[in-house]
């Protein structure tokens, strides 16, 4: 990684959204758009065939795009990028599931702390950081099992804390994409 100040952060943009909304596909427009070297941060544990074959789609829909896949699984903190560059998070909404289920990540307990300072990290290694996380919750939270409500909480919580540190702050819906905070595109 290349020596930096501590306190320089990168630009940070936020992209949520909901399932099939688009904003994978819109962060990658973000993240391609930027010169230099090209991070793809993949969360995505590839359990089961379904995983299997998001992953495989998500690599194919980013084939000669520059990136470099970085699978980080939980831990987002101690990742060490090689370079200065862009770097895509693709995406938080797995990265709690995982700190929280996974018998590696941080647990309930830790898991928002544990992904917001992964960011902070992120930032002070990169140019750019475009974090992709899920839009969770918009239905009745009575109608989910208390576990799930609870990730839910989790998500929330970390959604609302990116936006605040976040540069920018975009919602895709039905694949268009919304400015809520400091974009201009």
């Not at 990168?10 to 427009?29: I, N, T």
């Not at 544990?45 to 939980?74: C, D, M, S, Y």
Request: aromatic share 8%; with cysteine.
């Amino acid at each position: 990684m290349c020596p930096r100040n501590k306190e320089e952060k990168g630009r940070f943009l936020l992209v949520v959204g909901g399932s099939a909304s688009g904003k994978s596909q819109f962060a990658e427009s973000l993240a391609v758009s930027a010169p230099g070297k090209r991070y793809y941060i993949a969360t995505m544990e590839p359990f089961g065939k379904e995983a299997q074959w998001r992953i495989a789609r998500h690599r194919l829909l980013r084939e000669n795009k520059g990136f470099e896949t970085v699978e980080r699984f939980w831990e987002l903190g101690s990742l060490v990028l090689p370079q200065r560059g862009t770097a895509l998070l693709e995406c938080v909404t797995n990265l709690l599931a995982n700190e929280i289920f996974s018998p590696e990540g941080a647990g309930e307990q830790g898991a928002v702390e544990a992904i917001l300072q992964g960011i902070a990290s992120l930032r002070r290694q990169c140019h750019l950081l475009v974090a992709v996380s899920g839009e969770v919750g918009l239905e009745p939270l009575s109608q989910y099992a208390p576990e799930t409500r609870r990730y839910m909480g989790l998500l929330g919580k970390i959604n609302r804390e990116m936006a605040k540190q976040a540069d920018e702050v975009w919602e895709v819906t039905c694949g268009v994409p919304i400015c809520h905070k400091g974009g201009t595109r």
